[in-house]
């Protein structure tokens, strides 16, 4: 099956899908699970917001899909990642890099970090086009000008030779999508693209990220621990914890009637205007060591709902419903007590 296939070929199946994705990281202390049973899948036109804090592992199943998993210590102990319904893990390497960049992209969280220091920002995005499409130096040089004004950096092509250093935070961040960008490709994965950004600039990255995915018809994966940023762009929301997938939603839904105790809190956890002299709220503990997660639901030791049940038996990802058992299409919440939560 080439992997040129269109979308046609293929009735409904999704354009990016990973299904029940297992890693972990072997080291001296024992496994780590970083991933536990992942499912999610994006289409064309669509945007999918993975949420969760630092360590649930949204970057490792964002890192896997790309093949850019390092190995060792990383280990794909099960799961598949299908593009266009190949699984991608059986691919050679050579088959995985013509899919990388040029099918599925990512933009990195540290954009200062994922750009070289030495060459120049026109290089970086040339390069792309004279690896990938074969272009001479001078028409790759042009296509870099005309991604750098799509991004709306001012004066590009005076700025085409200029360092990483010599810009912004926020224009290197344009410059990472435009690299993203250079290939048209079918999937966007943007890791934490808004970090160490002041609330202005990100609001500027966001809204161009989202113009970007209608003009192009992109798939578009937003990985972040902030939920006041996909709010206003994405379409359904999944929501990590401890390496497994703890609820999913259609995002107003989820903002509206949260089905997870931690997703409550994270939400619970957002500055309101109408809360003004109230004390934020905090969920309390920490999030658990991946190498001694909790037995049963691994939110428990933090949740303020947890019962015996809570700490022997972990939840399935289930199916929610309305109080008269009709159910809510796209929610899913792996919490036994979730009809607490939603109709609280």
């Known amino acids: 099956m080439s992997i040129e296939m269109t979308k046609a070929d293929v009735p409904g199946v999704p354009l990016l899908e990973v299904r029940d994705l297992h890693v972990e990281f072997r080291t001296r202390e024992g496994a780590a699970k970083a991933v536990n049973g992942v499912s999610y899948s994006v289409d064309a036109g669509e945007t999918l917001a993975v ?13 896997t899909i790309m093949g850019i998993l390092d190995t060792p210590p ?17 691919w050679s390497e050579e088959a995985r890099r013509q899919v990388r ?49 799509r991004v709306r950096i001012p004066a590009a092509k005076e ?21 993203a960008l250079a290939l048209e490709p079918e999937v966007i994965i ?26 192009f018809h992109m798939g578009l994966i937003l990985i ?17 914890y401890a390496g497994r997938i703890v609820e999913n939603a259609p995002v107003h839904e989820l903002y509206k009637r949260p089905a997870h105790p931690y997703t409550k809190g994270l939400l619970d956890s957002i500055p309101r205007l109408d809360h003004k002299g109230k004390e934020l709220y905090a969920i309390k503990g920490l999030p658990p060591s991946l190498t001694a997660i909790p037995s049963g639901c691994a939110f428990n030791p933090r949740c303020a709902m ?8 972990v939840p399935p990802l289930a199916d929610v419903a309305e109080r008269d058992g009709s159910p809510l299409g796209g929610r899913t919440s792996a919490c036994h007590f979730w009809k607490e939560t939603i109709h609280d």
């Open 74 to 90: 990383g280990h794909i102990t099960g799961g598949q990642v299908l593009y266009r319904g190949q699984d991608m893990l059986t």
């Open 190 to 215: 943007a890791d934490e693209p808004t970090t160490a950004l002041d609330v202005t600039v990100q609001a500027q990255v966001m809204d161009l990220l989202a113009e970007l995915q209608r003009d």
């Open 101 to 149: 960049g040029n099918k599925i992209a990512m933009i990195f969280q540290d954009a200062l970090s994922a750009l070289n220091p030495v060459l120049s920002v026109g290089y970086q995005l040339g390069e792309m086009f004279r690896v990938h499409r074969g272009l001479s130096k001078k028409e790759a040089r042009a296509r870099s000008i005309e991604l750098m004004d």
């Open 159 to 179: 700025r085409v030779n200029d360092y990483p250093h010599q810009f912004s935070g926020g224009m290197r961040q344009r410059i990472m999508i435009a690299m």
């Open 224 to 240: 972040t621990h902030d939920l006041g940023v996909v709010a206003d762009v994405a379409d359904k929301i999944a929501v990590m």
């Open 306 to 313: 947890a019962r015996d049940i809570c700490r022997t038996e």
């Open 51 to 63: 949420l969760g804090e630092s360590g649930s592992g949204k970057s490792v199943t964002a890192q």
